[in-house]
């Protein structure tokens, strides 16, 4: 898969989660659908309501699928507010990161910019106080679509710094692995017990197959026997009894035949379901990889944040130190002005002192 074929499969997945809110009144089903940015700013207002309220909302006009300049307009309105969203409330700063073009979108919409502009979304979603909730939809998504979703909120992950999101959506993800493992297990089990059942009952049938033979022949024989000399009343009896042992164990053998494919059914059954589960753990596995280096990265991040702050707060010591030593500076400057001026009066005093002792001498 190239990397335009993969922008579009990001899109569609991305597509696909926002078809989730049922509540929206608009359609998304297509690229037109959103180039006008009215669904989008309706999903927003779904997501978080609080920041994306009604107010903002009615900025959005409604009426602007033949105008191009309005639906530009819109875009922007909602590229604007995410941004702030991010700076403001998650407090996240986005680095290499291609932002949507507001333009590329309104004027022909552009794939890759929607696409772009989804994933924006998406991270909106999984950050807020509803988060669980999302995450969980995500979960529902099929294998294919999940796995397009997880890729775009990685990338996320990887553009700003540590959130607890990462570590939610490993522990959902480890959670569900989980349960899945379980399940595996017990269809494993079934399956195992009931291919012993297959074969047990495979088994009685070849026996009660054997026993209907046997007793076929001697039926036939009896009857042979029968015509070779005269009916007598002993006779009677015991072919009426063989030929009733025949007819329950012929109709024992279709019972048991019958309970023999239904179980090849629901064996075949589980060998896909056991298939479909394989693959899903397979999968999961692969995100748990990625997510459990995402969330040692975001550790790692986390720490190196904590030894920034520890420097941050030594360097505010330091500078309060700073200050304070500048001020006793400046406090010993005035004391050393001071004392300069008075040691200046004490020299004139001296001075005068010493003048008049001399006109004392003279005179």
Not at 8 to 23: D, G, K, Q
Not at 65 to 74: D, H, P
Not at 314 to 339: C, D, P, S, T
Request: with cysteine.
């Amino acid at each position: 898969m190239d990397e335009e074929e993969e922008q579009v499969a990001v899109f569609e997945s991305l597509l696909v989660w926002l078809r989730t809110f049922s509540e929206l009144e608009e359609s998304c089903n297509s690229p037109q659908d959103l180039s006008d940015g009215v669904a989008l700013s309706q999903a927003l207002h779904l997501i978080v309501p609080d920041w994306f309220d009604d107010d903002w909302l009615s900025r959005i006009k409604v009426e602007s699928s033949n105008n191009r300049r309005i639906r530009i307009s819109n875009v922007k309105k909602i590229i604007s507010r995410i941004h702030e969203y991010y700076d403001q409330v998650l407090r996240q700063q986005i680095t290499d990161f291609e932002w949507p073009d507001a333009g590329m979108i309104g004027d022909a919409p552009n794939i890759s910019h929607l696409a772009r502009l989804l994933q924006l979304i998406l991270g909106v979603a999984i950050s807020c106080e509803q988060k669980d909730y999302h995450i969980q939809n995500i979960m529902q998504l099929e294998e294919s679509v999940q796995h397009f979703v997880m890729g775009a909120i990685q990338e996320l992950l990887r553009r700003q710094a540590p959130t607890s999101v990462s570590l939610e959506i490993y522990k959902q993800l480890e959670e569900e692995n989980k349960s899945i493992a379980e399940q595996l297990s017990e269809v494993v089990n079934e399956k195992d017990h009931i291919s012993q059942r297959c074969h047990d009952l495979e088994k009685e049938r070849a026996s009660l197959q054997e026993e209907r033979d046997a007793l076929a022949a001697d039926n036939q024989r009896l009857n042979e026997v029968e015509k070779s000399r005269d009916e007598t009343d002993s006779g009677v009896p015991e072919t009426q009894q063989v030929n009733y042992r025949q007819q329950q164990l012929t109709a024992q053998v279709e019972q048991l035949t019958s309970d023999k494919f239904e179980m090849e059914a629901a064996r075949d059954d589980f060998k896909q379901q056991i298939d479909e589960l394989k693959r899903t753990v397979t999968g999961l596995r692969s995100e748990n990889k990625d997510l459990t280096q995402l969330a040692e990265n975001a550790q790692k991040l986390s720490d190196e944040r904590d030894e920034f702050q520890l420097a941050a707060d030594k360097l505010r010591k330091y500078e309060n130190q700073i200050e304070a030593y500048k001020f006793k500076l400046e406090e010993a400057n005035n004391q050393k002005k001071v004392a300069k001026e008075q040691c200046m009066e004490l020299k004139d005093k001296l001075s005068a002192l010493e003048e008049d002792n001399r006109l004392v001498s003279v005179a």
